[in-house]
């Protein structure tokens, strides 16, 4: 999948400027499809150049101009396409501190590592929560499923919430092993 399908999806939304979008990967994409703001204007040039999005001109005083983006209906399709087909890989994890892990001869040096990796997760896991409070709005879990129009970025967001909780269990666990490890020498 290329990089395409993660920003029309988040053109769901509703228009949104570049900048915009790249706050939107930051809290809601980026577990699961990270994206530099780089990335996403050039992403954003080529995809008004197939005419997948339509660009606007909005002017701003004591500020840059800015480009508000809307999906076009010729975008809308290839999505819908995109997202009937079944993925075309299994789920694949590239992590650098597996690596680290896997080469450690410092089990004090990679406890430092992991306790690191357990702040950053219980960071995540604060923003996906607020995210989660916000997008409730004060309903249930069933009110918010059964009222809103489109349930994707909830399901995607009880992933990240899912995936970064797992985070801190393995942690927890490498942590636990480690200080054994270094008690036993």
């Keep these: 999948m290329s990089l395409k399908y993660a920003v029309l999806a988040a053109l769901l939304e509703g228009e949104a400027s570049g900048y915009e979008l790249s706050k939107v990967f930051d809290v809601s994409f980026a577990n699961f499809w990270p994206a ?9 040039e080529r995809l008004a150049q197939d005419g997948l999005v339509q660009a606007r001109f909005v002017q701003q005083e004591r500020r840059p101009n800015k480009r508000m983006f809307t999906l076009t209906e010729a975008g809308r399709q290839d999505l819908r396409a995109f997202a009937a087909e079944p993925p075309r890989r299994p789920t694949a994890i590239r ?23 357990m702040t950053w997760s219980r960071g995540k896991l604060d923003r996906y929560e607020r995210v989660r409070d916000r997008l409730l ?10 009222e809103s129009d489109r349930i994707g970025p909830y399901l995607t967001l ?7 909780q797992e985070n801190l269990r393995w942690c927890e666990r490498v942590a636990t092993v480690l200080q054994h490890r270094v008690a036993t020498g």
């Design 36 to 44: 530099t703001p780089q990335q996403l204007y050039r992403e954003l």
């Design 95 to 117: 992590d650098e501190l597996l690596i680290k892990i896997q080469a450690m001869e410092d089990p004090e040096a990679a406890r430092a590592l992991i306790e690191e990796r």
């Design 137 to 146: 709005d004060g309903r249930t879990e069933d009110e918010y499923l059964r």
């Design 158 to 164: 009880l992933a990240g919430i899912s995936f970064e």
